[in-house]
Nanobody, 124 residues
Framework: VQLQASGGGLVQAGGSLRLSCAASGRTSSSYVMGWFRQALGQEREFVAAIRWTGGSTSYADSVKGRFTISRDNAKKTVYLQMNSLNTEDTAVYLC??????????????????WGQGTQVTVSS
């Protein structure tokens, strides 16, 4: 499985960005795709995730009401719409895939596959 993320960039506080992550290769029918982020000098933290079958979602408290995760089944692509961005959202954003998908996990070790990061910088 390969994951290709895109959509990062520089945006002013209060602005919006949409990230995309396309999966290729062999996947199961019940996998979970998630977004994590890692700011400079900090640990990787969970942002949001979605179960491919059924579309159940989970969000970190820090992004609830501002970020929306969605998927396009046909394109095997997950999106992260980020609104009302603030400087604390500045980080490298990484998409990840849990092939087993038993639960919507928030811990990085649950995810076996990772894409390259995409930088999101929010200026004040």
């Amino acid at each position: 499985v390969q994951l290709q993320a895109s959509g990062g960039g520089l945006v002013q506080a209060g602005g919006s960005l949409r990230l995309s992550c396309a999966a290729s290769g062999r996947t199961s029918s019940s996998y979970v795709m998630g977004w994590f982020r890692q700011a400079l000098g900090q640990e990787r933290e969970f942002v949001a995730a979605i179960r491919w079958t059924g579309g159940s979602t989970s969000y970190a408290d820090s992004v609830k009401g501002r970020f929306t995760i969605s998927r396009d089944n046909a394109k095997k692509t997950v999106y992260l719409q980020m609104n009302s961005l603030n400087t604390e959202d500045t980080a490298v954003y990484l998409c990840a895939l849990d092939l087993q998908g038993r639960v919507i996990g928030t811990s990085p070790p649950r995810y076996e596959y990772w894409g390259q990061g995409t930088q999101v910088t929010v200026s004040s």
